[in-house]
């Protein structure tokens, strides 16, 4: 049984068409994450779309730093 990944929006928030009606965001980014770009790019996306959105950058962090 092959098992395909999800597609679409429910896979990644950077395949939404339309972000304009997406509530104010933060979002934190950790440095040495491998999704970093893809979190700059989603916070660029949201302010080009008019949503206001801030980011807070966390130095020497990776993935999944505020879990621990």
Known sequence: MLIR???????????????????????????????????QAYIERMTSAGVTACTKLHQDKIHCFVAT
């Open 5 to 39: 990944p999800p597609q679409g929006p429910a896979a990644s928030a950077l395949r939404v068409d339309d972000l304009s009606k997406l509530p104010p965001a933060m979002v934190l980014l950790a440095e040495n994450d491998l999704l970093h770009d893809k979190g």
